[in-house]
């Protein structure tokens, strides 16, 4: 077995294509639609205010995650406004503002709310400090209040109910690109084993010390491995250097990875038991993949998924179980006991894809 994991990631090295296409375009679809997203809107905004930039009112808007605001000159503005590079631009004035629009976007009521709620707070803020400007003892007693956080005893929890529905669109595309991908890289790396019997190479192998056993969990644990790599690479990046949020789940997406790629290797070994030669498995990967990443909830989250058909088909999908533990793992900060159904699912198909698949390819080679 480890003469075969050290032969199959020399030729690895030699080829490596496959493994890196596959990544970068897992990487760039997680990047591009992902980020896509997860875009702040862009707002352009100008001003009379002497030193605007060191006021409270810029740093509050500065610190917006929903919008980017960008100091530009009155001209600029309007100009960007006009040719519709942006959909609204914003004038700002001590007591008030001025929104310049083209036309009615539906960012517009955004951009009015959040405007009018920092407005709001200045202005409270403001009538405060005027009816105390006169009073020491007031002005004492609010900066305690500002300054001592042991005035209130304030108790936090969670608004969402049991079962409720979160959906994270950046993670949504991350997990879904990669399991959907993997099963290309895995797929064609079980693929050599009927390349191999087709071309002779296992009769030749059998008259070696190798044992049948050693011979196929060699192609499989090299395919395991691989697959993993891919995407706990791709996790790794997104994580580390894009700043995604896992939610403090980043460790356990690692290990809820584990199950989810032995199914997809038993699922081609499967495959390549079932199929009587390379070119009917070329045009099956593609049609079992996509299939199972639209049904099993790859490509949209399966929360908004209606049909009771469709739902019924994705019970069958590995992704779908695969979907599960991440989001659990993550975005519901699921314990281990809540992920084991999942993972235990996709274990049990594991064993019974490549137990037919084994069978199988025995039989026909008898």
Same mark, same amino acid.
């Given at each position: 077995?480890?003469?075969?994991?050290?032969?199959?990631?020399?030729?690895?090295?030699? @080829?490596?294509?496959?493994? %890196?296409?596959?990544? &970068?375009?897992?990487?760039?679809?997680?990047?591009?639609?992902?980020?896509?997203?997860?875009?702040?809107?862009?707002?352009?905004?100008?001003?009379?205010?002497?030193?605007?930039?060191?006021?409270d009112?810029?740093?509050?808007?500065?610190?917006? @995650?929903?919008? /980017?605001? !960008?100091?530009v000159?009155?001209?600029?503005?309007?100009?960007?406004?006009s040719?519709?590079?942006?959909?609204?631009?914003?004038?700002?004035?001590?007591?008030?503002?001025?929104i310049?629009?083209?036309?009615? !976007?539906?960012?517009?009521?955004?951009?009015?709310?959040?405007l009018?709620?920092?407005?709001?707070?200045?202005?409270?803020?403001?009538?405060?400090?005027? /009816?105390?400007?006169d009073?020491?003892?007031?002005?004492?007693? %609010? @900066?305690?209040?500002?300054?001592?956080? *042991?005035?209130? !005893?304030?108790?936090?929890?969670?608004?969402?109910?049991?079962?409720t529905?979160?959906?994270?669109? /950046?993670? /949504?595309?991350?997990?879904g690109?990669?399991l959907?991908?993997?099963?290309?890289?895995? *797929?064609?790396?079980?693929?050599?084993?009927?390349?191999?019997?087709?071309?002779?190479?296992?009769?030749?192998?059998?008259?070696?010390?190798?044992?049948?056993?050693?011979?196929?969990?060699?192609?499989?644990?090299?395919?395991?491995?691989?697959?993993?790599?891919?995407?706990?690479?791709?996790?790794?990046?997104?994580?580390?250097?894009?700043?995604?949020?896992?939610?403090?789940g980043?460790?356990?997406?690692l290990?809820?990875?584990?199950?989810?790629?032995?199914?997809?290797?038993?699922?081609s070994?499967?495959?390549?038991?079932?199929?009587?030669?390379?070119?009917?498995?070329? &045009?099956?990967?593609?049609?079992?993949?996509?299939?199972m990443?639209?049904?099993?909830?790859?490509?949209?989250?399966?929360?908004?998924?209606?049909?009771?058909?469709?739902? @019924?088909? &994705?019970?069958?999908?590995?992704?779908?179980?695969?979907?599960?533990?991440?989001k659990?793992?993550?975005?519901?900060?699921? +314990?281990?006991?809540?992920?084991?159904?999942?993972?235990s699912?996709?274990?049990?198909m594991?064993?019974?894809?490549?137990?037919?698949?084994i069978?199988?390819?025995?039989?026909? +080679?008898?």
């Amino acid at each position: 077995m480890i003469s075969i994991l050290q032969t199959k990631f020399r030729l690895f090295f030699r @080829k490596p294509l496959l493994f %890196i296409g596959m990544t &970068a375009m897992s990487m760039l679809f997680a990047f591009f639609i992902g980020g896509s997203q997860y875009s702040r809107i862009s707002v352009p905004i100008y001003t009379d205010i002497d030193h605007f930039e060191t006021t409270d009112l810029w740093k509050e808007l500065k610190d917006s @995650k929903l919008f /980017q605001f !960008t100091i530009v000159t009155e001209a600029e503005a309007k100009k960007q406004v006009s040719e519709g590079d942006r959909g609204a631009a914003v004038k700002l004035m001590e007591d008030g503002y001025e929104i310049v629009i083209a036309a009615k !976007t539906s960012d517009l009521p955004l951009i009015r709310n959040y405007l009018q709620s920092v407005y709001s707070d200045f202005s409270i803020e403001k009538q405060i400090n005027e /009816q105390v400007a006169d009073n020491e003892k007031s002005k004492v007693i %609010i @900066k305690q209040i500002k300054n001592d956080n *042991s005035l209130f !005893t304030i108790h936090t929890d969670s608004f969402r109910g049991k079962g409720t529905v979160i959906i994270d669109n /950046q993670l /949504q595309i991350l997990f879904g690109m990669s399991l959907f991908f993997v099963i290309y890289t895995i *797929s064609y790396n079980v693929l050599h084993i009927l390349q191999e019997k087709l071309e002779g190479v296992w009769d030749r192998l059998i008259l070696s010390p190798l044992k049948k056993w050693q011979m196929y969990a060699g192609n499989l644990a090299y395919s395991f491995l691989l697959g993993y790599i891919q995407v706990a690479l791709l996790f790794f990046v997104f994580r580390y250097f894009a700043g995604v949020n896992f939610y403090e789940g980043f460790g356990k997406t690692l290990i809820v990875l584990i199950p989810y790629v032995f199914s997809i290797v038993s699922l081609s070994m499967f495959l390549v038991g079932v199929v009587k030669n390379i070119q009917q498995f070329n &045009a099956l990967i593609p049609l079992i993949s996509v299939s199972m990443a639209m049904i099993g909830g790859a490509y949209w989250p399966l929360e908004i998924v209606s049909s009771p058909v469709l739902l @019924k088909l &994705a019970d069958f999908m590995p992704i779908k179980y695969g979907m599960e533990a991440l989001k659990g793992a993550t975005i519901y900060g699921e +314990s281990w006991g809540e992920l084991l159904q999942p993972m235990s699912i996709l274990i049990l198909m594991g064993v019974v894809f490549v137990g037919i698949g084994i069978n199988v390819m025995e039989k026909r +080679s008898t």
